[in-house]
T-cell receptor, first 115, second 113 residues
């Protein structure tokens, strides 16, 4: 089975540019999570969706960040405008209610560098 | 809110030896799940082992096993016969009844040949 698929794997962009990260969750999974990982702050939950509906976005750092899930198989995390402090690894993850203890499965991450 | 604490930022183990990574958590829930994830240098987060809180028996996956002490809110990971490929960052995670996941700050494991 295909796992969680993220793109791009690596992105280098200039400050002020718009960045869009994409995620395809595991088929059948009804929860989708966006995490950010940095050395300073560790693994942070940004937002999560249940059945395509945002449930908790309290981790989204500021208005420059937005996330959408237009359907069960696709989600985006957008940063506009990007800043150097946004440099991090962004993970998308998914899980299925009531299956395997709702184990969360991660994508390989999107490495973002803002210069 | 639930918290997950990993008090060992770094650990090392000799190849073929056994090492135990510690994790404690704070919760008022009675039904939850606990996980250990491994993150090698590639940064991929890989599930190592899962434990249901309602199960008394400690979970085991090949060389990986846990010591789950529900009353003490402790969930340690034991790696037996350590291999070079076990070198990674290990994260303890708690899944609440509401499907929120909380991660510890991680333990970096070095395996010495």
């Amino acid at each position: 089975d295909a796992g969680v698929i993220q793109s791009p794997r690596h992105e280098v962009t200039e400050m002020g540019q718009e960045v869009t990260l994409r995620c395809k969750p595991i088929s059948g999974h009804d929860y989708l999570f966006w995490y950010r990982q940095t050395m300073m702050r560790g693994l942070e939950l940004l937002i999560y969706f249940n059945n395509n509906v945002p449930i908790d976005d309290s981790g989204m750092p500021e208005d420059r960040f937005s996330a959408k899930m237009p359907n069960a198989s696709f989600s985006t995390l957008k940063i506009q405008p990007s800043e150097p402090r946004d440099s991090a690894v962004y993970f998308c993850a998914s899980s299925q209610q009531g299956v395997s203890g709702n184990t969360i499965y991660f994508g390989e991450g999107s490495w973002l560098t803002v210069v | 809110a639930q918290t997950v604490t990993q008090s060992q930022p770094e650990m090392s183990v000799q190849e073929a030896e056994t090492v135990t990574l510690s994790c404690t958590y704070d919760t008022s829930e009675s039904d939850y799940y606990l996980f250990w994830y491994k993150q090698p240098p590639s940064r991929q987060m890989i599930l190592v082992i899962r434990q249901e809180a309602y199960k008394q028996q400690n979970a085991t996956e090949n060389r990986f096993s846990v010591n789950f002490q529900k009353a003490a809110k402790s969930f340690s990971l034991k790696i037996s016969d350590s291999q070079l490929g076990d070198a990674a960052m290990y994260f303890c995670a708690y899944r609440s009844y509401g499907n929120q996941f909380y991660f510890g700050t991680g333990t970096s494991l070095t395996v010495i040949p």
